[in-house]
């Protein structure tokens, strides 16, 4: 059997929000978010994340998170993100363009997580020559982090904490928001704003959606139509906002978001436990959501690909694998993985 492990960005779109485009595809609707679809995305926002929000609908996690940085970020600004954080790693300058130059500034992190010790450092070296520096403007943490493990709303509460206390605003990368979730069993509210998060770029490609996401506004409303500029100037007002926002709101009804990753948590954890079995393979980081980090010999990761698994090798570690497993991943598929697993000494 051949199996995609490669990322959660190549699963199918699932049925349910597949049968909410059909549905939105009936007729003619206003243009530019004027639909009923995301004319009704702060209500429905307002009531899963339990308290008013601004939804902002856009059609990739580069342009929520490069927007958000950007709308509170002066360009001699700087945010302050994890080493590993994918704004820092893949976005190619994204957040930088839309700042006119802001600064992403590196801070340590163990586990894909910042320690407020961490944070404290990275905070004093940024702002350490006052107005011949970049003047510290925002923090962003990304849940789950790029080591597939999980923040703890305590966790986040005491960033969060000395972050506004330094007067720098606080977003959150959540990519894949609704992993996170599902490990943790606490609210959407408990793991955001409760904690002290402003924004959230919430996700919901990597999760059984078709290029959508969107830019949450907990505080900070002010900043909305900034953001609603940018997104235009950026390219990203999708004239048929519908298709986009329908996607989001089926997303979030019943739950169907939160199923979808605990199915993909399961399977994670399935393989994890198979790994953690093993007589040579190791697992690099703690499984905590739906990614598995695999260190173990090159020559067995070649064996994996041949037997028809297909993975990521870490750029620059030949030894280092990431299994990612999505809400479409079966069963069979995991357990042909383990098989071929359990096949190399």
Avoid at 83 to 95: F, L, R, V
Avoid at 191 to 211: E, H, P, Q, V, Y
Avoid at 271 to 282: I, L, R, Y
């Amino acid at each position: 059997m051949n199996a995609n492990f490669r990322s959660d960005n190549e699963t199918p779109v699932a049925e349910p929000i597949m049968q909410a485009l059909l549905s939105a595809n009936q007729g003619t609707a206003h243009a530019y978010a004027e639909d009923d679809w995301s004319l009704r995305l702060d209500q429905t926002f307002s009531k899963v994340f339990e308290t008013p929000v601004r939804v902002l609908p856009v059609p990739t996690g580069t342009v929520a998170n490069s927007i958000a940085l950007a709308c509170v970020t002066p360009p001699w600004g700087s945010v302050i993100c994890s080493g590993s954080a994918h704004i820092y790693h893949d976005e190619s300058g994204a957040p930088e363009f839309y700042g006119h130059g802001l600064r992403l500034v590196r801070s340590e992190a163990d586990q894909g997580r910042m320690s407020p010790n961490q944070f404290d450092a990275a905070l004093a070296g940024a702002a350490g020559h006052g107005v011949h520096s970049y003047a510290p403007a925002a923090l962003s943490l990304t849940q789950c982090t790029e080591s597939g493990t999980v923040y703890t709303p305590a966790e986040i509460a005491v960033l969060c904490e000395r972050a506004h206390a330094a007067g720098l605003v606080t977003h959150m990368d959540g990519a894949r928001f609704a992993n996170a979730l599902a490990t943790l069993g606490c609210s959407p509210a408990e793991c955001t704003w409760r904690s002290g998060i402003d924004m959230l770029s919430f996700g919901a490609s990597k999760n059984g959606c078709l290029a959508a996401e969107a830019l949450v506004f907990f505080q900070h409303h002010e900043h909305y139509e900034t953001a609603e500029r940018m997104r235009k100037r950026g390219g990203h007002l999708y004239s048929k906002m519908r298709y986009i926002s329908a996607q989001l709101l089926a997303y979030l009804e019943n739950g169907l978001w939160l199923q979808l990753a605990a199915h993909a948590n399961q399977q994670a954890s399935t393989f994890a436990a198979a790994v953690e079995a093993h007589d040579s393979a190791q697992l690099a980081f703690p499984v905590q959501a739906n990614e598995v980090f695999l260190r173990w010999r090159v020559e067995a990761l070649e064996a994996l690909a041949a037997a028809g698994m297909e993975f990521l090798t870490w750029p620059g570690q030949p030894d280092l694998a990431r299994f990612v497993f999505g809400h479409s991943t079966s069963p069979a598929e995991t357990g042909a993985l383990i098989a071929a697993l359990e096949a190399q000494p």
